[in-house]
């Protein structure tokens, strides 16, 4: 089953469904929560986000302060609070999950209630930079203007240097295990 709060991006406009949508389509709620939902519901098909790899879009935001998502929620059997740019699931049982994201809705944090965390760092174009968590593995990445990765390197001893051509073609590779 897709998470609770699930949305399709389709020409930079959000679809995603309220209880009213379920009801008037006369859908169980349980049935109802995620993307084969949204398709179904909509007829369409494009990029699929979903709380808690992304930060729901405003109207998402809206929709669920306002009460409009109450079912669905129950029907997804967890809680989700929504403090600032902070997202809590919170399991039947106790456990929980919480993610942290920076305005442009990217993972900066994320923890959970075993002791688990790992923290993310982008750059202006939103590309990973940096990753690190708390077994103690991390990794670096860097990238040229056109979004390109050129340098990675990882906590395990792995690295790799990509060089590309004006038209973004590779031209050289080498990394740490002389693939």
């Known amino acids: 089953m897709c998470e609770f709060i699930s949305w399709t991006v389709k020409d930079n406009k959000v679809y995603f469904l309220t209880d009213k949508d379920v009801k008037a389509k006369g859908w169980a709620f349980v049935d109802s929560v995620g993307h084969s939902a949204i398709t179904k519901f909509y007829g369409i098909t494009g990029k699929n986000r ?15 302060q ?14 989700l609070t929504i403090t600032g740019r902070t997202v809590t699931i919170t399991k039947a049982d106790g456990s929980w999950e919480k ?23 982008y750059n202006k174009a939103g590309l990973q930079t940096k990753y ?10 860097k990238y040229n203007k056109a979004g390109l990765q050129t340098k990675y390197e990882d906590s395990t001893g792995y ?16 990394n740490s295990t002389g693939d």
């Open 159 to 174: 690295w790799g240097k990509t060089e590309y051509n004006k038209a973004g073609l590779k031209t050289k590779y080498e």
């Open 66 to 79: 306002a009460g409009h998502m109450n079912q669905l929620e129950k029907a997804w059997e967890k809680k």
């Open 99 to 121: 993610t942290e994201y920076d305005k442009a809705g990217l993972q900066t944090k994320h923890e959970d209630s075993t002791g688990h965390w790992q923290k993310k760092e």
């Open 132 to 141: 690190e968590d708390s077994t103690g593995y991390w990794q670096k990445a």
């Open 50 to 64: 979903e709380v808690p790899s992304s930060f729901p879009p405003k109207a998402i935001l809206k929709e669920f």
